[in-house]
């Protein structure tokens, strides 16, 4: 007796650690999360709070509207002349134009720095003359003075091997320029604003390539001596004429700092999702190692403890685990966090050095959500130990609970899945304001009902999943499967946590793909094309327009023609419109006009989707109201009704409305169709030489487009599934657990087994078999889940141009089997330890 | 009958044979030694009862020639193979293939139906075995309409036939039998004493039993004596009156 009570405690030692590690990479994962977004924001509040502590007042024209994800308020520019003007007002010492825009540099190997598609953004600006006013501070060399001088930051000089003396290639929306650099600067403490690349040339300079001749972004001021910012400000406020505000400093450091937490929200967002579903899935393992210790427990203490004895002891020692755990967690999440600050940096998103900021809101979080997720999941299994009488207990543990659960247990699953589904659905179809709100714990409440389910599913599909297995490998196949089946309960329990993971990785996997598909079909019939120049910009720069004009006169060019992007507000909410050469562009791309034509697109009109003319009720001539950033609210004219969502989007314009409305003007994409005499390699030749002058320019036909489309959803792909891997592993402990505990249970058969003759190697590959089965069944489960999940995000995509619902039978075919190789890892430790089981002990142990 | 030297016989006609068994436990001050160079063996087509008190080494003598227990020194031999030689793995198939086991309780797989139980030694061979010999078997020990069931629908007594026609199945060299009626009662151990002696009298099988039971040790054809790790006394045909005699023997 003596020695199974040891044993016991030696077992529970290994599992207890299992069980611990599960919530401590849990708790690591959410305390990293939140500790990496205390020192963004922190590093950042202190970063803007300096560079901009000369300023004590700016000029700017008057926000228009409120761009989503930090890009803060859209404005337009301030005319030159009214810099003399804010001079002159009492108690401005000083004032200066700046402007910012878009430049991009040429590294020393003649690709262009940065990827502002995805990542931080690439800068262009003028350089202040005034001291206090401006937030860069050379390191090495002179400011810019000439027409082809310009300073860059550290972080584009070190990773374009870039240094003060060379001269590179600037590109904006004049055609490519050379610049000498004269010298290398540091935004504040940081080698570039948030990882952004920034050129900065002489004010002439740069309003001629990045903004406009005769106009400013802002006017900065600084005041006299003793004159508060907010004097000053109404001071200017005055002599301003309308629609042109004068801010404080403190104001517009407020607005930076704000802007740059929406801007890293979103990534929060997702991080603290992945935090919250490792905890989930420990929740699930938590679960299942108190529903097997507390029936040990019974048999162990069969007499002399009282009800609330067990109960007390059991919540107790998952507090305690919790605890611990979460401590563990807390320190391992700082490390966490300057991982993450590490992937953040690898994604071109620099976070400005500094130290880590452990704020006590990230630690009591954490622990809370540790001790939550290690007491609550316990209650359950308390619960039940201190109702079940210890015989039935000893009884569960030696024969294993067979069936298929009882009728309650089916009608709360179903009950709880129904919830899920109907959450998830609201979310996804009706215009729930913040839909990650209702989907995200509608997911989870599926995952929660199909886990309830798993139990009474879990025989017929154990037999089934394990059907092949005595055929593939005799005696110990069919153990395995006899020893899955034993408990259904428990295996299905098991494979709960798998099941999350998986899960989500056919869901991301099922949506990447769809995407994929969609992607190439729009190419295929909206494209009417040969190739297309790409310039790898967001919504602000890309290529200069001088590019489209040169391939427009190759002779072996019938039509080439550049598409442009810009935000505007329109029918109030805010949304990327198209520009486009109106009938140029209609050669080339099919949207499948419905109403109107192509030439009627001029100054004063706009293009409609189908969808969207129909729910907002317009017509031709119908009028639509639109805000932009450079030129106020305007009313457009609907001059024509198109049915192709991709990639036009909801609204277009003609190309003599985009001019008249943005102060911007680069080509996000030239679409070219050779000439129909000229063959395929001639063509493609000609647009290559010419795209050559202009570095970033990339010349892709048909294919590679699509290729390069897809490059993205790629992106995205591989982190969530390093970060899904990472519930996975969490999963893995679970099954490992799970085998460890029932070899332990059935010590007994393992010794019989051994002495009439099974060999290590035998017993090893039916302990590893039970294994890939319990998770195949989690990963099963995952698939029918996630292929829900797949299913309705991908309906309910439609109008985001995700049109087609495509199922990767040969990536979930991957997954499958990697899932069954998963599991033979989880059980090479188990399958060690029943290896090693003394075989006399176990065979005459009473 | 005196006692058998190992000397004296060839291995053709041994079973099983100790030569010089030692058997310690323990270290330094806890040492225990539990065989004290004990040399026996035992004839093939013999049913040999060991007995002894508690702690004469009776059970320790039965692991070591089965292949669970490893001497400290001397030899341990089934048939011609010396026991010492032999690393985990093929003891494990040495035990498969040449030894039978019947032990005092929990002898089955909970999982396995009694037709997979008395198979599991062929099955964990991949061989099928002889389907006739099978028959027999089951036949003999009156299983045959409880085939399909499993241990947990099973008696104490069924359990254990299963487990002697488990033993039987793979014809092994030596059948070892530990206290096997030891949780039966006596109607079921009668019953599965006579199966054991049927065994041996009409399979040719050998069977070497340690019980502390008089009356189990009458069914077989020797009782051997152990106390404190030696031989001391050997019955030929034993009765449970001389049997019990000389157990209460050691009581003085």
């Known amino acids: 007796m003596l020695r199974v009570a040891i044993k016991g405690i030696l077992a529970r030692k290994l599992r207890l650690a299992f069980t611990a590690l599960a919530v401590v990479i849990g708790v690591a994962f959410m305390t990293g999360t939140l500790v990496l977004t205390d020192t963004i924001n922190r590093t950042f509040d202190d970063l803007f709070a300096t560079v901009y502590k000369g300023t004590d007042a700016v000029v700017r024209a008057t926000g228009q509207f409120d761009a989503p994800q930090g890009m803060g308020a859209q404005r337009g520019r301030v005319p030159a002349w009214l810099l003399a003007k804010v001079e002159r007002v009492p108690g401005a010492a000083e004032a200066e134009g700046d402007v910012l825009g878009y430049a991009r540099i040429v590294a020393r190997d003649g690709r262009p720095l940065g990827n502002p598609a995805y990542g931080a953004p690439t800068l262009g600006g003028s350089w202040s003359t005034v001291a206090r006013l401006n937030p860069f501070t050379l390191v090495a060399g002179r400011p810019p003075q000439g027409l082809h001088e310009m300073v860059i930051d550290r972080k584009s000089a070190r990773d374009g091997h870039l240094q003060t003396g060379d001269v590179t290639t600037v590109l904006t929306e004049a055609p490519p320029q050379k610049m000498r650099i004269t010298g290398i600067v540091r935004f504040g403490s940081t080698d570039s604003p948030g990882g952004a690349t920034v050129a900065l040339f002489t004010l002439p300079v740069a309003q001629r390539l990045v903004a406009q001749p005769g106009m400013f972004d802002t006017i900065s001021v600084v005041a006299d001596k003793g004159v508060p910012q907010d004097v000053l400000a109404s001071h200017i406020a005055k002599v301003l004429p309308a629609g042109y505000e004068a801010a404080t400093g403190a104001q517009v450091v407020k607005e930076t700092q704000s802007d740059v937490r929406k801007a890293m929200s979103f990534f929060t967002t997702f991080m603290v999702a992945f935090a919250v579903i490792a905890l989930v899935v420990g929740g699930f393992i938590i679960f299942n190692t108190f529903s097997m210790t507390v029936a040990q427990r019974a048999r162990e203490h069969a007499l002399g403890a009282s009800n609330r004895q067990v109960l007390g002891s059991v919540l107790l020692e998952a507090a305690a685990v919790g605890l611990v755990a979460s401590a563990v967690g807390l320190g391992l999440g700082v490390g966490v966090a300057i991982g993450l600050k590490g992937l953040l940096a690898a994604l071109g998103l620099a976070v400005p050095a500094g130290g880590v900021a452990f704020l006590p809101r990230a630690a009591a979080v954490s622990l809370l959500a540790g001790v939550g997720i290690t007491v609550v999941p316990a209650c359950s299994p308390a619960r039940k130990a201190s109702k079940v009488p210890p015989v039935a207990a000893m009884r569960d543990i030696v024969t294993g609970s067979s069936g298929y659960g009882s009728k309650e247990r089916v009608a709360v699953g179903t009950v709880i899945t129904c919830a899920g589904t109907s959450a998830l659905l609201t979310g996804l179809f009706s215009g729930v304001p913040d839909k990650l709100a209702v989907v995200g714990p509608g997911a989870l409440l599926v995952f929660f009902g199909v886990s309830v389910l798993g139990r009474s599913v879990s025989l017929p599909l154990s037999r089934f999943i394990g059907w092949p297995l005595p055929r593939l490998r005799g005696t110990t196949g069919q153990l395995a499967r006899q020893n899955a089946t034993r408990n259904p309960k428990r295996t299905a329990a098991s494979a709960s946590a798998l099941m999350v993971g998986t899960g989500l990785v056919a869901f991301i996997t099922i949506f990447a793909s769809s995407t994929k598909a969609s992607i190439d079909t729009t190419i295929d019939k909206s494209f009417t094309g040969d190739y297309i120049v790409a310039s790898g910009a967001g919504l602000m720069g890309g290529l200069g327009p001088s590019l489209a004009g040169r391939l427009n006169r190759l002779p072996e060019v019938e039509v080439a023609t550049g598409t442009r992007a810009g935000l505007v507000k329109v029918q109030g909410s805010v949304r990327r419109v198209l520009g486009l050469d109106a009938p140029a562009a209609f050669r080339l791309l099919d949207l499948r006009p419905l109403a109107g034509r192509p030439a009627d697109l001029g100054a004063n009109s706009i293009a409609v989707l189908e969808d969207v003319a129909e729910q907002d009720h317009l017509r031709l001539g119908s009028q639509v109201h639109v805000v932009f950033k450079d030129t106020g609210p305007r009313a457009l004219r609907v001059a024509m009704i198109y049915g192709e969502s991709q990639p036009a989007g909801d609204y277009v314009l003609g190309m003599a409305a985009y001019r008249a409305n943005f102060a911007a003007g680069y080509d996000n994409e030239i679409f070219v169709k050779k000439s129909p005499a000229v063959s395929n390699t001639r063509a493609l030749d000609a647009v290559n030489e010419v795209a050559a002058g202009y570095p970033g320019a990339k010349v892709l036909d048909r294919a590679s487009y699509k290729a390069e489309q897809a490059k993205p959803v790629d992106q995205v792909l591989s982190l969530v599934y390093t970060l899904l891997g990472l519930t996975i592993v969490i999963a893995l402990l679970g099954i490992a657990n799970t085998l460890a505990l029932s070899i332990f249970e059935r010590t007994r058969e393992i010794g019989v087994m051994r002495a009439v003759g099974m060999t290590r190697g035998q017993l090893r590959s039916s302990v590893r078999w039970e294994s890939v089965m319990i998770a195949l069944q989690g990963t099963v489960l995952g698939l029918a889940v996630g292929t829900f999940f797949g299913w309705a995000l991908v309906r309910a995509s439609a109008k985001q141009g995700i049109e087609q619902f495509s199922l990767p039978v040969a990536d979930l075919a991957v997954i499958v089997a990697l899932a069954a190789l998963a599991g033979m890892v989880a059980a090479v430790l188990p399958g060690r330890r029943a290896a090693k089981l003394d075989v006399l002990k176990a065979v005459v142990t009473d | ?252």
């Open chain 2, 1 to 252: 009958m005196a006692l058998a030297t190992p000397q004296s016989l060839t291995t053709s006609v041994l079973a099983a044979q100790t030569v010089e068994a030692v058997k310690v436990y323990g270290k330094g001050q806890a040492e225990a030694c539990a065989l004290n160079g004990i040399s026996i063996g035992f004839a093939k087509g013999q049913f040999s009862a060991i007995m002894g008190p508690s702690g004469s080494g009776k059970s320790t003598l039965l692991h070591c020639l089965a292949g669970l227990d490893r001497l400290t020194s001397g030899k341990a031999y089934i048939g011609g193979t010396d026991l010492s030689n032999l690393d985990d793995r093929q003891l494990t198939l040495l035990r498969r293939d040449s030894i039978g086991f019947v032990f005092q309780a929990f002898n089955l797989v909970p999982t396995l139906t009694a037709k997979e139980n008395i198979l599991l030694p062929l099955l964990l061979a991949s061989r099928s075995g002889d389907p006739a010999w099978i028959d027999h078997i089951v036949s003999t020990v009156g299983l045959a309409h409880r085939l399909s069931h499993r241990p947990d629908e099973l008696s104490g007594g069924q359990q254990q036939r299963v487990a002697v026609a488990r033993a039987l199945a793979s014809r092994p060299e030596v059948i070892f039998a530990d206290e096997p009626t030891g949780n039966l009662d006596s109607r079921s151990g009668t019953q599965l004493l006579s199966f054991l002696r049927t065994a041996v009298d009409q399979l040719g099988q050998t069977i070497i039993m340690v019980t502390h039971d008089p009356v189990a040790a009458s069914h077989a054809d020797r009782a051997i004596f152990l106390n404190d790790g030696q031989v001391v006394d050997e019955i030929a045909q034993p009765t449970p009156r001389l049997v019990l005699d000389r157990m209460n023997d050691f009581g003085k």
